[in-house]
């Protein structure tokens, strides 16, 4: 079955209306016309970037910006922030790393 092209995030709306009505993928492709499979990638896409704008990402096109492309302030800010998020959560993980370690450590009855 042929169809006309038709980009997927025109539809971004009315996808995540159907998903919260409770339609499976196979209903909601078969509605609008798109496979399971590129409604799968789309979704993951999607989540994705709510993620990333919850994290304080900033969302930018792909590619190289144009010559007048300026940061704000804010974004400089966003940027800072979700850098020093990540780094908080990598050392949490390596104390948490380091304390399961130490456990080991005296139940083997070493030092």
């Known amino acids: 079955m042929a169809r006309s092209y038709r980009h997927i995030q025109q539809y971004e709306k009315e996808i995540m209306e159907l998903r919260e009505q409770g339609l499976t993928l196979h209903q909601i492709g078969d509605r609008l016309g798109f496979s399971v499979k590129q409604l799968k990638n789309f979704i993951n896409r999607y989540n994705e970037k709510q993620r ?3 994290a304080g990402v900033i969302l930018r096109k ?8 300026k940061f704000t302030e804010t974004d400089k800010i966003n940027e800072l922030k979700y850098i ?6 990598r050392i949490k993980a390596l104390e948490m790393e380091n304390e399961l370690m130490r456990d080991f450590l005296s139940l083997t009855e070493r030092k």
Do not use: T
């Open 52 to 54: 990333r704008i919850a």
């Open 62 to 69: 792909k590619g190289r910006p144009p010559k007048d492309y």
């Open 84 to 89: 020093i998020a990540r780094k908080d959560a």
